[in-house]
């Protein structure tokens, strides 16, 4: 098993599925990174589907196992769609009436970061920005290319109880949707109205909320990862913006460690997710 799975190789997986399973999966992308690379979507299932349910990984570049982790459950669903069943459901059924629009790595240029050093940027300027917030030591970096945590971007909230200076964790970011990443989720999310969303992090083993719902007790059950009910106070991440919208969400935190983990644990969270959209697409056939 190779050390890291980067950006290009999500790239080549993603060119793969689409001529492999083009009356299933679409891949598009949403918009270009500062450092030029692509944010990439796979839309699975029905584009005509009642309901939609987005499902974003890699937000912060140093928790990239969870972009090959969603890659390895979308290659799993296509290569059974037309004949698997879950719980007695064919999966083409589940999947016609509920779409899934995956975004496995929302932040490249820091992913790039994290597994290449200033090296994984093209643009001698990011480069320079980024070593002189950093140093040599880049495999912890989570923000973007620009230095700021994507996960504080947003408007609800925005610059409570945030770092001050680029480059740091949670540093929010001059303006709440300063950066392209954050735009670019948003654009979908406001286009396709979706009734879930589901936030990959890492680490710790456990589902982040505000509201309970059907959405994180299925989550619970599925992985078996601790509950945390968050509390009233907003901070501008994306679920703060999200229950101001009124859209159910949860945050799962995969793996244990220190992020970057060894890819050692992919397999192990594979068994405990592998059959996450599933069990989703099925609370609409539930009573």
């Not at 240029?109 to 920005?129: E, I, M, N």
């Amino acid at each position: 098993m190779r050390r890291i799975y980067s950006y290009g190789d999500m790239r080549r997986d993603l060119q793969k599925l689409s001529k492999r399973y083009q009356g299933f999966l679409k891949v598009f992308w949403l918009a270009k990174t500062a450092d030029g690379n692509r944010i990439y979507g796979i839309r699975l299932g029905n584009p005509s589907a009642s309901e939609n349910v987005v499902v974003q990984a890699s937000m912060h570049g140093r928790e990239w196992l969870n972009t090959e982790l969603l890659i390895c459950m979308v290659k799993r669903y296509c290569r059974r769609y037309q004949k698997a069943q879950y719980h007695g459901m064919r999966y083409q059924e589940l999947f016609d009436q509920v779409c899934f629009w995956v975004l496995p790595m929302v932040n490249p240029d820091g992913v790039a970061v994290s597994q290449y050093g200033v090296k994984g940027l093209c643009s001698v300027r990011l480069q320079k920005l980024v070593k002189g917030l950093a140093g040599k030591d880049t495999k912890f970096w989570k923000a973007n290319a620009r230095g700021v945590d994507l996960n504080r971007n947003y408007s609800t909230g925005f610059g409570k109880a945030t770092a001050k200076s680029r480059g740091s964790a949670l540093y929010a970011g001059t303006t709440p949707f300063s950066e392209r990443e954050t735009r670019a989720l948003v654009k979908l999310i406001l286009k396709i109205k979706p009734q879930m969303v589901v936030n990959y992090h890492e680490t710790g083993h456990l589902i982040y909320y505000k509201e309970d719902s059907r959405l994180v007790q299925t989550v619970h059950t599925l992985t078996g990862y601790r509950l945390f009910k968050e509390g009233e106070e907003c901070n501008g991440n994306l679920g703060d913006w999200l229950t101001e919208r009124g859209i159910d969400w949860c945050t799962i935190e995969t793996c244990t460690g220190e992020a970057p983990v060894s890819r050692k644990q992919l397999y192990a969270e594979w068994k405990r997710h592998r059959n996450l959209f599933l069990a989703i697409a099925e609370l609409w056939f539930i009573s």
